[in-house]
Structure formats: C-alpha cells, structure tokens
C-alpha cells in the first residue's frame, strides 16, 4: 500500500520523508537527484476515468502529461464489468463526445433513462421524475466508458502512461512538485493532479484533511433479467431496513442497487449462489419476477470531502476531490466537471505562458469546483440520512415528503435539476 510504503521510507533521509516541516525539506538533497528526473508538464496520480479525462482534456494545449497507474496495461485496455452502471447527464455526454471518447461506445451499450420514480417503504405512491421532451441520463457501464477514454489517451500526443507504478512521495517547492515512484523512477513536473479515488492516499499524505462519513452500509450491484418491460423507468425504493434501486438497461435488463447494512450484506454475501438469488428474489417481489444475469459487486458506502482541493503543486479532482454516495449518480459527472474546470484553468495559464502550478490557478479551480459539489452532496448524504432511518415519525417524515415533493412543481424542478445537473438552489 502507498501510505505504508510511505512510512516505509528512511526516517532519516529528509528526502523522501514526504511533507516534512519545509525548512527539513528545502535542505534535503532532492535537487541533486532530480536533475535525473524525466520531466513533464502535469503528472496524474490514477488511470481512472477522472484521471484520465483529465489527461485528454489538456491534450489540445501541447502539454507533456505522464499518467501513473498501480494497474497492469492490459487492465485498462480491457476494463472488467465491475457492476456499475454510470448514469450520465447530459453535460457529461457532451464532454465525453467533446474528449472523443462518446463515439467510441457502442449504441448497444447506452441505455436511455427515461424517467425516474421514488418509493418508501410500502406505500403505493411515488415522486416521479421526468423532464419533457427529454429523458433525465443515459445509462453506460463504468467498464465501458473507461475503455472509451483508454482508447482515446493510448497513445494521444503528449500522454505517456506509466503501468504497475505507484507514487512513494511528492515534494512541491517553489518551481516544480518532484515525484518519486516505488521502482525508484523520478518525475518532475509543474503540476501533480491526484485521480487516485476516494481513499486516495496521497491526499493525506499532501496533509489534506478530509470530512469522511461511513453510513456503516455495503452496496452490492449486479444485473438482472426482468419479466416486464421497465419502459426506461429507473426505481429508487428507500423500503424499511433496505435500499433497492432498479436501473433500467436494454431489453427486458436491469441493474439492481441493493443497500444493506454492513452486517446483514456480509451475511446475504456469504450465500452460496442459489441462496443468495432466492433471498434476492424476496427482497425484489414487489418490483416483479427478475433473474440475476451477472456476477455480484460489492462497495462500501463512505463519502468523502475534502476541507481543501489543492495543496503546493497538487490537486484533487474525481472521487478523490468529492466522493459522494450514489443515490443521486453524481460521482463521476463531478469527476467529468472537475477535469473539465481544471484543465480550464490549466489550460487558460498556459496560453497566458503563466506557471501552470500556481496558486492562483489552484484557488481558481478549488472555488469553481467547491460551489458546483457542495450543495449536492450536502444535500444527498441529508436524503440518504432521512431515509435510511426506518423509526416511526421518520417513516411519516419521509412519506409526507414524497408527497409534498410529487406535488409542489418548483421542488420537483429542483430535485430533477439536481439528478440531471447537479445543481442544487
Ligand atoms: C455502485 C455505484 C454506482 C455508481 N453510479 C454512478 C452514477 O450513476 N453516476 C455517476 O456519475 N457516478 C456513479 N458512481 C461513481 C463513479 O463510479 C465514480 O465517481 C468514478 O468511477 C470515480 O472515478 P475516479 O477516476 O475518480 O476514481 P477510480 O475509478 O476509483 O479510479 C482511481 C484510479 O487510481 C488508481 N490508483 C489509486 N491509487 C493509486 C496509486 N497510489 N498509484 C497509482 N494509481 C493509483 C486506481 O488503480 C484506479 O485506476 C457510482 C459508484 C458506485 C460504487
């Protein structure tokens, strides 16, 4: 792991104690070793797909980008079906086509997600979501979209990606951040942009505090074959002491979202197969006759939000920058945004020939990015606290919502608004 390899490292040595007082960093020995160092522009930490629509958003300004990636090649190239399903705003859509990337998924992978509906617990009535015209996303397996944009960076001018690769330390200072990696290879470069997920462990180690919150639940993802048609209608049902979401995928397919606590999902997960489909079988009744088609995922459901973006010579961005809950499906249209804004702003420094590690482009980036995530996952983890909570006057709480919500046009705009752009207010 990066942060016990981190610790590993020659206390004694200030050069590779990372972030140590400055006046102890400024007289380590760095400078001579750098002078090895291959040198580029910016050097992104993760080969995910924030990491690298990153790296394909700055392609267009001749900037030298160096990827690093603990995965082998092959593993990018390929992506394994991982259970998620992305849904994708249109904003997003629009960046994925802009990057390239959008024209590399096949038709037959993009689901239309038409409308959607939010029950609780057994009632019959629902918050239905749905905009005129227009449907609220399009649904993308996470593997799909990451081989999309692989394809895009393999290769693109300027972007060298270095596999099986795992950064040991960072030093910023004042004209350059200097990376070492654990096979002892060094890079220099104006900028180091963290894509590394929500645990990221440079994040810490760049002495970022960070607002963790573990709802003490496990998600497990995997697809279905219904005996009705869903019409494109994704379901969010908050039912008592369980999550189910029912996203709809081509043909009679869906992908199911089921949420449990920790201690209940280790039990249903320890099923063997036929025990686990019978159990799951139950849990789905109300929503119809549906047969499991794929293998099973499992994720922990732990948000996160960094106090800052950015430190010297380094930012967040992806789930790294804002890891939120998926309930509302925002992560990786914040981490599509994130890319976005900072390349923006990388991008706008470089034709000005400023230094495009500076402060002020970071502060810039941090501002814009902070006001646009905030609200949303502030709002979220709020929705995922109320209806989680299955005590008696919580139950009339969260049903009088639905209500009031399915009622009140200006709050379903806004709670459509949200799902569909993330903004909130
Ligand atoms: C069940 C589920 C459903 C979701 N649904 C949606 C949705 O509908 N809409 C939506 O927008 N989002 C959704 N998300 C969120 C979305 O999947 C994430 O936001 C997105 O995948 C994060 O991308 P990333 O590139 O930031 O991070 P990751 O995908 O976590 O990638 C990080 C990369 O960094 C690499 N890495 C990590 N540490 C190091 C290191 N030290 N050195 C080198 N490499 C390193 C990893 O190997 C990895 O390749 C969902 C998530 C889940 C779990």
Known sequence: MLTAAWQARDPSNALFVPFAPRGARRRGSFGAAAMSARRFDVVVIGAGPAGLAFALSLAPCGLAVAIVERQPRQRLAQPAFDGREIALTNASVDRLRRLGAWERIPDDEISPLVSARVLNGASPRFLDLRRDGEGLARLVSNHVIRRALFERVDGAPGVTLLTEERVAAIRPDEHAAHVELESGERLRARLVVAADSRFSATRAAMGIATRVRDFGRTICVFRVESDRP????????????????????????????????????????????????????????????????????????????????????????????????????????????????????VSAAASRRDDIGSATVLRRYERRHRLATLPLYLATNGIVELYTNDAPPMRAAREMLIRVADRAAPLKALLTAALTRGAVG
Request: charged share 25%.
């Open 230 to 345: 869903h019409g494109g209608i994704a379901y969010e049902w908050f039912d008592y002491r369980q999550t189910v979401a029912l996203l709809p995928l081509n043909g009679h397919r869906c992908s199911v979202v089921l949420t449990l606590p920790n201690r209940e999902m280790r039990r249903l997960l320890a099923l063997d197969e036929r025990e686990f489909d019978r159990d799951v079988e139950r849990r789905l009744a109300p929503r119809g006759r549906m047969r499991r088609i794929s293998e099973r995922f499992s994720y922990p459901v732990v948000t996160v939000y960094p106090s800052r973006f950015a430190a010297e010579r380094y930012a967040l961005i992806g789930d790294a920058a804002v890891g939120m809950h998926p309930v509302t499906a925002h992560g990786f249209n914040f981490g599509l945004l994130a890319a976005t804004t900072l390349a923006g702003e």
